[in-house]
């Protein structure tokens, strides 16, 4: 089993925390603001890792059962990445999306490189996208369509407070 990073920023004084109670009504906040657009999607793909919990609690929200993700790696630590966004294995089922009104979810839009390359994946591939996010950064190359909340704070979100579970802890 490879075992991802776990950015511990405890030593961090300046940054957002996202609590698990403010989560569930960061995503219901999230999809009036789709609802109250007129868009409708038909389709929501999760930007794995961090997209996947928000993409969920939207899924519900809004009551769209087709649902899918794309994994793409790019932080490796606090503040660090990779150079560029990496699309991994699995990848999405891109045959499936032609034509359809697709809703791109991650829980942040930092530097707006990983939303860009999802974006524009997805649309090459003859999908209408929209993107929702629960932090846009106003450094980000790509405003998403809907944001829950802006900050230029690192953000500590619930799931990924705590380093993962080993046999050591």
Known sequence: MTTAYHADSSDLDDKEVLTWDRFGDACRDLARSVVESGFEPEILIAVARGGLL??????????????????????????????????????????????????????????????ALVLDLLREHGAECRSAVLYAKPKSQVRPDFVWKETDQWIVFPWSAEPPVSVEG
């Open 54 to 115: 928000p993409g969920g609690g939207l899924s519900y929200a809004l009551g769209v059962k087709l649902t899918d993700a794309i994994n793409v790696e790019f932080y490796t630590d606090v503040h660090e990445t990779l150079p560029d966004p990496v699309l991994l294995a699995p990848l999405l089922d891109t045959e499936s999306i032609r034509g359809r009104r697709l809703l791109v979810v991650d829980d942040v839009a930092d530097s707006g490189r990983t939303l």
